[in-house]
Structures are given as structure tokens and as C-alpha cells.
């Protein structure tokens, strides 16, 4: 049974990396008809912020991808001392004495063991802990009777690391509070966790959890680490040095897809092997395998005046292209402050302009606000055209929307007729209008924007435009 887990600490907002750890733990479930676990790792309550949790939850939420079976570190403590006692009480472990250098109870430098700690007598340790002396229970590496520690990752192959580097790691604080080694591994048991998919950094980790695992008795978990994500300058993406365009929720504040962004992520370090770029969710699940999880580290290509990489902006624009026009206007909906058939109706004029969701709100600005920017009145006369040909064209205009019927084909049969009778070109009748009624030339497609502001707005705003030439001239 494929069993595997997504195990954020909330110490921070939701990075990209996190997320993509997440989602290809998710398409590795659901590839193999496994169990996806959710597991909050909330030991560490001195950098633990509800902030953070909160981050996590709406960013996961804002993937929509679920979990069948949810965890607190934190509510687990008593699994984890238990377990390290056990192994304490097999000879694997012992009780370090030694007053802490570090708040987590380790050593620093090249400190591997401590010899009068390690080679304590049992009596003489329960001694001193009845007694109430303070101590770390550490892992005692065996280097005596094994030159090295091995397994094989299911991305970077066999790894190997000499016991004689592994020093002996805290299992239990001498607040008896575990150490992650100790509560990550004692949780992988107790939940039966069969892959750990997880960030490249932990890889050193590993060597230390094999150990934990064997002392506990149990198979340990197939391994697989994913290469790091990188910025530009080569520099490894991270919350403190690049800010919040390492945060999910930033791009989805920014009016990315949430499937736009899964596609994204997973062609960073991943590739299906057949250049296609553009995948439904359907077929990310159909063809994800860690077999098409590249070694070499990933770039994100941002700059300070560009926070989103060219290639998720491309993708988010492609998905946009092709959404079921009630899909956009739901996604649309967060974004401006009308009811969802508003949206409904302006969705299809943008649907081709926009690449964020959020650009809406300057596309379409012109018909949020009752009032449009100042422009120019030069912006109202045509090529080929005059101040005296623009009035016109705008005067007929007025007369004609008064009456026509007020759909894409009554707009476009009267208006069409409209510039036969001034003699003028379709373009050189269409210019001024759409200046008129939208505040300039690029603009959503002239009759279906008409009908989108009504009658009303775009008379009174032909009315205006007319005022501004006349002043103008």
C-alpha cells in the first residue's frame, strides 16, 4: 500500500518548494491508488505562529488538492518519547549528562561523541536520572561494528556516509520534548508511511533516520529527494533572502489559476519526458513517476520588476484562453467587487486580453467606475481621419444607440449603417466610440462592450466625449 506524507512545520508562509514537495506527493498517490497524509510537524513551539499555520492551510486549500488523513505533531509527544525510551532501553541510545551547549541540545564543531557519556554504565546512568540530573538521550551511532550507512534514493541513487561522520544525535531534549529526528521518524513508523518524497537538503538527514528506523524495528520508507529550487543568481529560493515571491499565496493573490500553478511547479525538476508542457490535472496524475524527477536543481526566472517566472505567466494565460466562461467568472469573482452574473457578462471580453486574473481590474477597468480617467481628445479622432469627422461620428453614434437594439447584432447592423451614411470607413466610426465609452483605443471588442456598459452609460459617456472635443478645438 502506498502510503506517503506532506509534513510542513508552520515556522512561515507556504513556499513554492513546500508546495511542490506537496503536490508531488500528491500525484504520487493518486498515480498509485495510495493514501496522501497531511502531518503538521508543530513541535517546535518557540517558532510555531498561528500566522503560518493559517498560510498553509489557505495555500493547500487554494491548490485544491485533498488528503485523506490529517495529523499534529504536537498532539503525537507521548508516541515519541515512548519510542525513544524504547530505543534507549535496547542499548541503542543513551543518557547524555553533559549540560547543553545548544538549544537543541547538541554539541557544535566537529564534536561526534561524548566517550564518558556514551560508555556510562547503565546503573550509573538510571542513577543519576532518579536522582533528577538533567540529560539528552542521544543515539548511539555504532561505529564499532558498522563501517557505514547506506540506502538508495529514488532519484539520486545509492547514498552511502561512514558512520565514523555521524555523530551522536539527540533523540529527546533534556526538556524530554523529541528532536524532529526522533518525531519525524516515530510518526513515519506509527503511520506507515512507505515514500517520503521530500526537499533535496533533507537527503543528509536520511542517513540518520535509517538508523532511527532499524533501532525502532521497522522497514524504513522508501526514500526520494527532490533538487532544490533556485533563483536566478544560482542562489537557493528561500523565504528570508527572496521575500514573499517564494510564497503560493502571493500567486494566487496575483490571479494565478490554481491549476495553472500546478503545472508550473511540476515542470520544475520533473518532466514527462515528452515535451508537452501544458497538462490537465487528469494527465499529471496519468503519467507522474519519480522516474521523471531530475537530479539537477531548478530555476524560477524572476526579477525585482517581475515577481512570476514567464513560463507560469504563459501557462496561467493559456488555461484562461480556454476555460468554460462560467469557470473564469467564478475565478474572476475575488478579484472585483460586483455579483457573479456582472462577471458572467465581462468575462467574455477579457477572456482573450488578460494573462493574471487579477489584470481584470485594469483591462476592464472602464467598467467598474462610473467615471473614466482623463484622456486625451486626440485619442478621439481616427487615422485618416479629423477633429470634424471624430464630432460626427460621435454625433451619429449618440442617435443611433438611442434607439438600436442593444445586442452584439442590433449594435453592430446600425452602427455599420450608421458610418455608410457619413461615407467613412467601419474603423474611422468605430474609433471614436470606443475612445468614448472605454477611455481609449485598446479595448475589449467594440459591440460586445456596448452591450456589456448599456445604453445609459455609454450615451452619457458619447456626451462627454463630445464635450471634450468641442473644448478641445
Known sequence: MFRVRFAPSPTGYLHIGSARTFIFNWLYARHNGGTMILRIDDTDVERNTQASLDSIFEGLKWLDLNWDEFYRQSERGDLHRKLANEILAKGHAYRDFTP??????????????????????????????????????????????RESVSFTDLVYGPQTKATADIEDFALLRSSGVPTYHMASCADDADLRISHIIRGQDHLTNTFKHQLIFEALGVEAPNFAHLPLLIA??????????????????????????????????????WSPKDDREKLTRQELTDIFTLEGVNRSNATINFTDADPFDPKAVWLNAEMIRTMPLDELAAQLLPFVAVELPRIRQIAPLIQERIKLLSEIKTVADFI????????????????????????????????????????????????????????VK???????????????????????????????VCLSRIAAARRLLKESA
Not at 116 to 142: D, H, I, K, Q
Not at 238 to 260: E, I, N, W
Not at 388 to 410: C, K, Q, W
Open 426 to 456: 467601419a474603423g474611422q466610426m468605430f474609433q471614436p466610440i470606443r475612445v468614448a465609452v472605454c477611455g481609449r483605443k485598446n479595448a475589449p471588442p467594440l459591440f460586445e462592450t456596448l452591450e456589456v456598459l448599456g445604453r445609459e
Open 368 to 423: 467598474f467606475h462610473d467615471a473614466l480617467a482623463p484622456y486625451d481628445a486626440a485619442e478621439l479622432i481616427p487615422q485618416k481621419g479629423d477633429a470634424a469627422m471624430a464630432a460626427s461620428a460621435l454625433a451619429s453614434a449618440e442617435e443611433i444607440l438611442a434607439t438600436a437594439t442593444f445586442n452584439h447584432d442590433g449594435l453592430d447592423k446600425a452602427l455599420r449603417a450608421g458610418a455608410e451614411l457619413l461615407k
Open 100 to 145: 547543553a551547549v545548544t538549544t537543541e541540545g547538541e554539541h557544535s564543531g566537529g564534536w561526534l561523541f561524548n566517550p564518558g557519556m556514551r560508555e556510562l554504565s547503565t546503573e550509573e546512568s538510571e542513577r543519576r536520572a532518579a536522582a533528577g540530573e538533567p540529560f539528552v538521550v542521544r543515539y548511539r551511532v555504532p561505529r564499532e561494528s
Open 232 to 269: 536566478p543568481d544560482g542562489a537557493k529560493l528561500s523565504k528570508r533572502k527572496h521575500g514573499p515571491v517564494v510564497s503560493v499565496t502571493t500567486y494566487r493573490d496575483a490571479g494565478f489559476l490554481p491549476h495553472a500553478f500546478v503545472n508550473f511547479v511540476c515542470l520544475l525538476g
